[in-house]
């Protein structure tokens, strides 16, 4: 029931606008002139006093509507009404449902499943339950991150720290993990004293299954592709091109899904390996200039000065190193990250500073440590109390880098044109300074694996 004119509801109860607002009048209702509109109740309640609508009786109960199924399907389904009485429950209503005879169903093969990958996903998954057993939750969820992969039990306050401090990627299995299984593996095939190419192969095969193991990530995925290109290229005596590893691993994760061109982890991960390759070279030979003028210093002073200043130097050039990636990656990497999140970390170069030497001793300890936990739990917990040290290290960098001033920096999405103009400078700038030739030694691949 809709608002009305006087008018328009004397026509319909065919009555004078007069006589309407009259019998308004007697229910207390004041209604000036027939322009006047009133709402559904006020006409509700001048109808029920005319008699045109039964008068609602309160003290009357609900009732209720019982189906019930026919016996056969032809007949039409019967519909009781009842009254609910106040200690009667609703009666249930029943469904009338009709179903048909489906089609005789065949089976054409069984127990069709991969025994490989039930076997690694039961290891990834014990991999997990260990962790959870020797370490405290935060602990254990951070270390299964970084080990395989798996988030799914980080906390949000930890992630967002990670984001925040520009650290992320250390929550993504890469090159840096990639790295430090071949370096194991190599350390422990070399004492077997098997033939290299044999330790080759073996490291390939192992390499295959760890990319199953962390789940595929385009991180991993590039990484492992292009640490098996330079394998079989150096098991067939050829020299590594670093461009065609990168080349032939994008193009397999693009044959085997080509919507992970939209995903945003491979266009990071390949971002920052681009990036390193382009510019750790030309900040490398900047650095090396002002390194000459203090090596003819050194030479006039004394000797234990001199393996002090050494010592240093080294320290020094690692902290360096470090800063020339993360430089190097972060030229490339800022529009992507810009254009996803809005956001900038100005203080990228501290938080990789400081947890960067954390990574390799936390994915050789944690690896070292899951290990012992398939064989004893006990003597694994001895190892962990050591590995939650680092661990809550690593957790105490994070929050400390994320609340530091400028870590994160809101921006505007940039455009597609500003994006493509960004890029054609730095290729015109790069171009313009080095040779492409000069790009790959041996310092490069390795921290690009």
Known sequence: ???????????????????????????????????????????????????VLPKKDPSAKPKAFVVKKSK??????????????????????????????APKIEKVEKHKYNKILILINNLSN?????????????QASLLTGILIGNKENLSKDIVESFRNSNLSHLLAVSGAHVSYIIL??????????????????????????????????SSVVRACIMAIYILIGTLIYRKPNILASISISLLIILIINPYKILDIGLQLSYGGTIGIILFN??????????????????????????????LTNKVLNSIKQMLIVSISANLIIFPVIAYHYNTFSATFFISNILAGPLLGVIIILGFITISISFISIKLS?????????????????????????????????????????????????????????????????????
């Open 1 to 51: 029931m809709d608002s009305l004119r006087v008018s328009e509801l004397a026509k319909e109860l065919g009555k004078t606008s007069k006589e309407v607002i009259e019998k308004f009048a007697e229910i207390d209702i004041h209604v000036k002139s027939h322009s006047n509109t009133v709402t559904p109740a006020q006409i509700r309640k001048l109808k029920e006093y005319l008699g």
């Open 72 to 101: 056969t399907q032809s007949e039409e389904p019967q519909v009781e009404e009842k009254k609910i009485t106040s200690k009667q429950s609703a009666p249930k209503i029943e469904r009338i449902e009709r179903v048909n005879k």
């Open 126 to 138: 014990k991999i997990i339950e260990n962790s959870n057993m020797i370490l405290d939750k935060d």
């Open 184 to 217: 194991g593996i190599t350390i422990l095939l070399n004492k077997t004293k098997l033939h290299k190419k044999v330790s080759k192969v073996i490291t390939i095969i192992f390499l295959i299954f760890f990319i199953i193991l962390t789940g595929a990530t």
């Open 281 to 310: 070279k030309l900040i490398e030979e900047k650095i090396k200039k002002h390194q000459k003028d203090q090596k003819d210093k050194e030479k006039e002073q004394s000797y234990f000065k001199n393996k002090i200043k050494q």
């Open 381 to 449: 917990k001895i190892l962990s109390f050591i590995l939650s040290i680092f661990l809550k290290l690593l957790i105490t960098i994070t929050n400390f880098s994320s609340s530091l001033p400028l870590s994160k920096i809101y921006v505007k999405t940039p455009s597609i044109f500003f994006i493509v103009i960004y890029y054609l400078l730095l290729i015109a700038f790069v171009k313009r300074k080095i040779q492409i030739r000069k790009l790959f030694n041996k310092k490069v691949i390795a921290f690009i694996l």
